[in-house]
């Protein structure tokens, strides 16, 4: 099996420092590399204190030298507007026309709806997320209520709790488990 390489995507702060955790100790555990970016080259913090300085600026990424990439949810996807930041957007077009893979957690399922990538798939998202629930249906995207969605490339996990249960379904739908 051929190892791969992911990118991590988080927002400059309110990013579910819990997220984060739970998808390195999975990739650590099936060997997958990862590098972190965000729209900033400076310390990252998330909701609980945890720290990280992006391995590369999201607008400098070369995305070719990536499977996929995962989008850790937390307050900071809303609070800075990321389903905005165009080089986030042409990074999921691009990821989604090479047909590489796409995780959104939870809030930042956003993103992927709103880089209009999602027409006939199903989204996972909490219920009461209106915005999200907004953007699926204008993007005609498929909502979902289920803790993980595999639609082709696009991976969607309802809420950062659901991680350790889905994490080795969407290892084993990718081929890495």
Same mark, same amino acid.
């Given at each position: &099996?051929?190892?791969r390489?992911?990118?991590?995507?988080?927002?400059?702060? #309110?990013?579910?420092?819990? =997220?984060?955790?739970?998808?390195?100790?999975?990739?650590?555990k099936?060997?997958?590399? +990862?590098?972190?970016?965000?729209?900033?080259? /400076?310390?990252?913090?998330?909701?609980?204190?945890?720290?990280?300085?992006?391995?590369?600026?999201?607008?400098?990424? $070369?995305?070719?030298?990536? @499977?996929?990439?995962?989008?850790? @949810?937390?307050?900071g996807v809303?609070? +800075?507007k990321? +389903?905005? +930041?165009?080089?986030?957007?042409?990074?999921m077009? !691009?990821? !989604?026309?090479?047909?590489?893979?796409?995780?959104?957690i939870?809030?930042s399922?956003?993103i992927?709806?709103?880089?209009?990538?999602?027409?006939?798939k199903?989204v996972?998202?909490?219920?009461?997320d209106? #915005?999200? &629930?907004?953007?699926?249906?204008?993007?005609?995207?498929?909502? =979902?209520? /289920?803790e993980? #969605?595999l639609?082709? !490339?696009l991976i969607?996990?309802? =809420?950062?709790? @659901?991680?350790?249960e889905? &994490?080795?379904?969407?290892?084993?739908?990718m081929g890495? $488990?």
């Amino acid at each position: &099996m051929r190892v791969r390489r992911f990118l991590i995507f988080i927002p400059p702060k #309110e990013f579910r420092d819990e =997220s984060i955790s739970l998808i390195k100790l999975f990739f650590d555990k099936w060997d997958v590399k +990862y590098d972190i970016t965000s729209y900033t080259s /400076n310390i990252c913090t998330g909701t609980h204190g945890a720290t990280y300085t992006p391995d590369i600026h999201t607008g400098k990424v $070369a995305w070719e030298e990536y @499977d996929g990439i995962v989008l850790i @949810d937390g307050a900071g996807v809303e609070s +800075y507007k990321l +389903y905005d +930041y165009r080089p986030l957007l042409d990074l999921m077009l !691009n990821f !989604n026309n090479a047909k590489r893979f796409i995780i959104g957690i939870d809030g930042s399922a956003k993103i992927p709806a709103r880089a209009n990538i999602i027409k006939d798939k199903k989204v996972a998202f909490a219920a009461n997320d209106k #915005e999200t &629930m907004r953007l699926v249906t204008l993007f005609h995207g498929t909502p =979902s209520e /289920n803790e993980l #969605e595999l639609s082709g !490339n696009l991976i969607t996990i309802k =809420s950062s709790s @659901d991680l350790e249960e889905t &994490m080795p379904k969407v290892l084993e739908h990718m081929g890495v $488990a």
